[in-house]
């Protein structure tokens, strides 16, 4: 069984599944590209918790968890088997590792976890099952959350991590036309470049190392799910991949660990060298 990647997404607005664009052709290109896995653990900065869960349903619902979209929006599903057996296995891991985490058996998928992977793996024949985030934790906690489940890469399970890379609403743009926000660009790429030069301490510390960094994270729930990646990863440079800017200031940068040697004509289009 050969070691799964680590994939961390930018999932932006819910309605990028009517829309996928640049970011859609990205996802569909990976989940090509990408070994099988036998499951997936989910990582989303729409599920917060006091202390990780794990959504251990046979069955997880779809969850529409916003307004305002699209009716054909509320129409999609995402009919995945659930992964209890993961759920527990993952819950076991985290404890062991000293950080206590149980299992949720009504848990869903909320549309950071479904839209992705209705693009990644559109069968939704994958088994599947979401951790919840701590959103009063910091960056270093969800970083160690990461590294306690390193493990589950050998098992055959893909980790997706979907957050934000950036996430200040004061910085997006109605506009069809609107160009990539300056302090969105500055920040991307300082991210880019730590994370090439494996600068793990100065990522830890964004708000005040990088430019406009607490500008783009007035709450930092969007960016855990990067931390996460980061230390299943093993603190090892990823591949970036930018497909672009939405409504100019969402960045929708992804980064792939643990994947050496990709070989898609698809993908590169979106590769970027820091």
């Not at 990028?16 to 290109?29: I, M, S, Y």
């Not at 991949?241 to 660990?257: I, V």
């Amino acid at each position: 069984m050969p070691r799964q990647p680590v994939l961390f997404v930018s999932h932006g607005a819910p309605d990028l599944l009517l829309q996928p664009g640049a970011t859609g052709r990205l996802w569909q290109a990976l989940g090509l590209a990408l070994p099988r896995p036998t499951a997936i653990l989910a990582v989303s900065a729409h599920w917060g918790s006091r202390q990780p869960r794990l959504g251990s349903t046979t069955r997880p619902a779809t969850l529409h968890d916003f307004n305002g979209f699209p009716e054909a929006l509320y129409r999609c599903q995402y009919p995945a088997p659930g992964a209890p057996e993961l759920a527990g296995r993952a819950a076991a891991l985290l404890t062991a590792a000293g950080i206590p985490a149980t299992t949720d058996p009504e848990r869903g998928l909320d549309h950071g976890a479904w839209v992705p992977l209705s693009l990644l793996h559109p069968a939704a024949d994958i088994p599947v099952c979401q951790l919840a985030l701590q959103p009063a934790a910091g960056p270093a906690w969800h970083l160690e959350l990461g590294r306690a489940l390193a493990p589950l890469r050998e098992e055959g399970v893909l980790i997706l991590a979907s957050g934000a890379l950036t996430h200040n609403f004061g910085w997006l743009s109605w506009s069809p036309t609107a160009t990539p926000y300056g302090p969105a660009e500055a920040f991307a790429d300082w991210v880019g470049e730590r994370l090439a030069r494996n600068e793990t301490a100065a990522l830890l510390d964004y708000r005040r190392s990088a430019p406009h960094g607490a500008e783009a994270h007035p709450s930092e729930e969007h960016l855990h799910p990067l931390f996460v990646a980061l230390g299943a990863g093993a603190d090892t440079p990823p591949w970036r991949f930018s497909p672009g800017f939405s409504h100019g200031g969402l960045a929708m940068d992804a980064y792939l660990w643990g994947a050496d040697a990709l070989e898609s004509d698809h993908l590169k289009e979106f590769a970027h060298v820091c």
